[in-house]
């Protein structure tokens, strides 16, 4: 009887885990999505890992889908840690992802003995028709510091989320400017870890973050007056948990 449970659990989960892919791919053929590493480097050989990961990205990870670009993480418990970012790429690209010819043992020999820990991959999926990031360009340097935002459903309240970033992306987009945003679905369960969804705001410099886009004003115009506290009720509802990080992009360490 144990063994039975035990096996209709596992096959639950991987119906769950095909079902959600199935259905993310389904809904964008040409999908974008970005593989991401955080990294926490030995702090003693912070230069030479710079150079040697500027070398490895330049050598092997130059061009899309396989272009990498990488950002130091400046807020929060993973401070001082940084991410290594592949993308936009599909999962099809793994099957010819740089290995041979020399990157598998660079990456050994030259950029994994000044790291000290390498912390979970994950794959993250751009939902292209809520995020707003028509403006950005190939160029991380037009907009090096992210804003993100990282969201854990909550039980049984997964389906108010679609509704509540229909309302985020439709308020962002009626704001004047460009205010680029990105919506992004991590494609794995990652148990304990959390990290379910993210929000990405990308920022030219430090000073737009001392910009009031006023959000709350714009959103009550969409949505009618008082209606920004049924907003704020329907995030708690949703969501157990959020945290902010901000990234800055390392342009040395990209290889750029």
Known sequence: MFKKTVASIMMLAMVFSFSWQSKAQEEDKDY???ESIMLTPDKKNLKVL????????????????YEANVFNITTGPNSGNIVWEMGPMMFKHNDTRPGEG??????????MPYIKKMHS?????????????GSLTDNNSDHPIMFLRYFEIEEDHGYTMNSVFKQVSAT????????????????????????????????KNWADLDTDIDF???????YGDKSWDNFLDTLDDTFSNRWD?????????SGK
Request: aromatic residues 16%.
């Open 245 to 253: 990080e901000i990234w800055v992009y390392n342009k040395h360490m």
């Open 216 to 222: 709350k004003e714009a959103y009550e115009k969409l």
């Open 32 to 34: 974008e999505m970005w």
């Open 121 to 133: 991959i994950e794959y993250w999926k751009k939902n292209d028709k809520l995020s707003n990031t």
């Open 172 to 203: 962002l987009k009626s704001l004047p400017g460009d205010n680029p945003w990105g919506l992004y679905y991590n494609l794995f369960l990652q148990g304990d870890l959390g990290r379910h969804v993210c929000t990405v705001s990308f920022y």
């Open 50 to 65: 710079s150079d040697n990961m500027r070398k490895h990205n330049e050598t092997y990870h130059k061009a899309a889908p």
């Open 102 to 111: 020399g990157h598998d043992t660079d990456w050994r020999d030259n950029v």
